[in-house]
């Protein structure tokens, strides 16, 4: 049994872990530990605070004793907010205090990238403009080319958290960019794991969505490649491996 934690910041889409767990199939544990969110606003100030470091330790005890062998800071925009040097500092933090090898999602993105093979992106924020040019920012530091930036100007995560299949395809197909080789939709308040595939076959291209990449981060730390085909190209650039006994 492989033990992964993630500290997730209040309730919107939390549900789409435990549907992973189902959908990897294997002898793998997403235990998720809900953070303070403090003010839900995508503004910087607001996105600072939910990402401070008294925060994120809060719930690093919890996830301890759960066995967790990695952990993952489950948000985007409280990640990226800091900038590439704050978003690091804000992980070795996160490192020391759990006393595991962490990560979080804006780094996800980073390493999926590099997964699947893409340079050239697109992104399809929930966010208002200037979080999601944050976050282009962010991609750009870690040595992708943004093509285009979209932005849905919500402003907090339990409106993101509302959104079903036809909004998430919606976003998809109005923040694709004909030049970009994969599509990122950036807030793990946004429910997309029952969607990665279909989504996929729409734009035609690897897409990439927050708490997928969350998940497949933290299988990363704890070196595990698990094949998993519903949840997108991501899943399927390993070999199929067998469980572990």
């Not at 079903?164 to 197909?173: K, S």
Request: aromatic letters at 6%.
């Amino acid at each position: 049994m492989t033990a992964l934690g993630f500290l997730y910041p209040g309730h919107s889409a939390e549900d789409d872990y435990p549907r992973m767990e189902q959908m990897l199939g294997s002898d793998v544990r997403l235990q998720v530990v809900h953070t303070d969110i403090g003010v839900d606003a995508h503004r910087v100030d607001a996105l600072l605070e939910m990402g401070s470091a008294d925060r994120l330790a809060a719930g690093v005890e919890e996830l301890r004793l759960s066995g967790a062998e990695a952990v993952v800071w489950a948000c985007t925009s409280a990640s990226f907010v800091f900038g590439w040097e704050g978003a690091h500092e804000q992980v070795r933090g996160l490192a020391r205090a759990a006393g595991l090898p962490a990560s979080s999602t804006s780094f996800a993105f980073a390493h999926a990238l590099k997964e699947v093979g893409a340079t050239r992106v697109a992104i399809a924020a929930t966010y208002p403009d200037d979080v999601a040019g944050h976050f282009s920012a962010f991609l750009k530091d870690a040595g992708a080319e943004v093509v285009s930036v979209r932005g849905s100007g919500i402003i907090t995560a339990a409106e993101v958290g509302t959104w079903g299949r036809d909004e998430v395809l919606a976003l998809a197909r109005e923040g694709d960019h004909a030049d970009a080789q994969a599509l990122l939709l950036p807030d793990t308040a946004l429910h997309t794991a029952a969607y990665v595939r279909e989504v996929e076959e729409a734009v035609g291209k690897p897409v990439l969505t927050a708490n997928q990449v969350t998940v497949w981060e933290a299988l990363r730390l704890a070196s595990r490649r698990l094949n998993a085909p519903a949840l997108g190209s991501l899943f399927t650039k390993e070999p199929l491996v067998q469980v572990r006994d």
